[in-house]
């Protein structure tokens, strides 16, 4: 355990006596006293010391996992916020998200009761994608009193024109990064209410996931933590298999989202840049129209998505839709729900819960 920066003599002790009964509490890389006050907190369920809790929330399984962990552990529902960054951003066309991602977390924070506020860079990932010789586009987020925030937007200039490609690293990859990881920073940084508080920044990261996932933290410092602000990075499920989590779902009757009814494993984007080929034969049955705009700009940087060099065509091409694979009573239905604005009511009844056709699939893609 890292006790950096504490002055606490018996700290260690402590800290370690708390987390030998919590073994699912550890909390590693925190000054002594913030772990000591957060495994005590999930022992007795008392969150007195945190003002709040804010949940990335992408409306995937992992993210509603998340809420269910806190909801278990006691978080009270009225200091519990979801936050969801929307990729597209509010003044372009949609182009990489689901059509209907928006509604269903309303309707998730609706049916649990709690607040949600929704973030974007101004003009999303077609702005972005489209930066010639401008700084990046600010970030923008909605407030408590129901006005917007803004930040960002006078930074160096650039120039992009590559569509991101498949790679760890965050400069290649520049979508997670600029459009949700910075996004989510900045509107902790800016917004007052973060300062002079205690808050849980909760993200669904699971170790099973990838080999770079099972060497995270289930508690640690987040990068916007300062001598003013505290913000501690929970990442409630991360030794959770995916078995726990859709038994989660099942549990608190939560409908997956439209897109693992229709086959996908994780619900990212609907274009992600880390599909495999059914993904990108899928989309190509489901959204033509789109896929086409994609291929248009793939073609126009002169470089694939692909590493391998392989166009999303010819992805697409070698795939088979997940559509093929449903039943055929279901397939019209889930096309049409995919391509809907409008999600299906979320909470549903346990007993009706069915394991959606992506579970346990292929899961492609970091974010
Ligand atoms: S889900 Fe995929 S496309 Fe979307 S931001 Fe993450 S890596 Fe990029």
Not at 92 to 121: H, I, M, N, V
Request: proline share 5%.
């Amino acid at each position: 355990m890292n006790c950096a920066g504490c002055s606490m003599k018996d700290c260690a002790s402590r800290v370690e006596a708390v987390c030998k009964s919590l073994p699912k509490a550890k909390a590693t890389a925190l000054p002594h006293e913030e772990a000591l006050r957060l495994t005590q907190a999930f022992a007795t369920r008392d969150w007195t010391e945190y003002d709040r809790c804010v949940v990335a929330f992408s409306g995937g399984k992992d993210s509603a996992a998340c809420v269910v962990a806190l909801l278990e552990a006691g978080f009270p529902a009225d200091r519990l916020e979801l936050w969801h960054h929307e990729i597209d951003g509010r003044e372009s066309e949609a182009l990489f998200d689901w059509p209907q991602t928006t509604d269903y977390c309303r309707k998730f924070a609706a049916a649990f009761g709690l607040k949600l506020r929704f973030s974007w860079k101004v003009g999303g990932f077609e702005r972005e994608l489209n930066r010639n010789e401008t700084p990046t586009a600010p970030t923008r987020w909605e407030r408590e009193d129901g006005t917007i925030g803004e930040t960002g937007g006078k930074g160096p200039k650039g120039t992009r024109g590559l569509l991101p490609q498949v790679s760890p690293d965050l400069k290649v990859r520049w979508c997670s990064a600029y459009l949700k990881i910075d996004v989510g920073a900045a509107m902790l940084r800016n917004e007052p209410r973060f300062a002079e508080a205690r808050t849980l920044f909760v993200t669904g990261e699971r170790r099973e996931e990838s080999s770079s996932r099972s060497k995270y933290m289930e508690f640690e410092k987040d990068r916007t933590w300062s001598n003013k602000r505290t913000v501690v990075r929970c990442r409630p499920v991360l030794d959770w298999g995916e078995e726990e989590v859709w038994e989660a779902l099942r549990r608190w009757g939560i409908r997956p989202h439209v897109a693992y009814r229709a086959g996908f494993s994780r619900l990212s984007c609907a274009f992600c840049i880390f599909g495999n080929d059914d993904q990108w034969a899928t989309l190509l049955e489901m959204f033509p129209d789109v896929f086409e705009k994609v291929e248009r700009y793939e073609a126009k940087s002169g470089k694939t998505i692909a590493r391998s060099g392989k166009t999303i065509r010819e992805r697409a091409e070698n795939g088979t839709s997940y559509l093929a694979k449903l039943p055929e009573a279901e397939r019209a239905e889930i096309l049409a729900e995919c391509r809907a604005t409008e999600a299906t009511e979320v909470k549903m009844d346990p007993a009706d819960w069915k394991l959606p056709a992506g579970a346990f699939g292929n899961s492609m893609g970091p974010c």
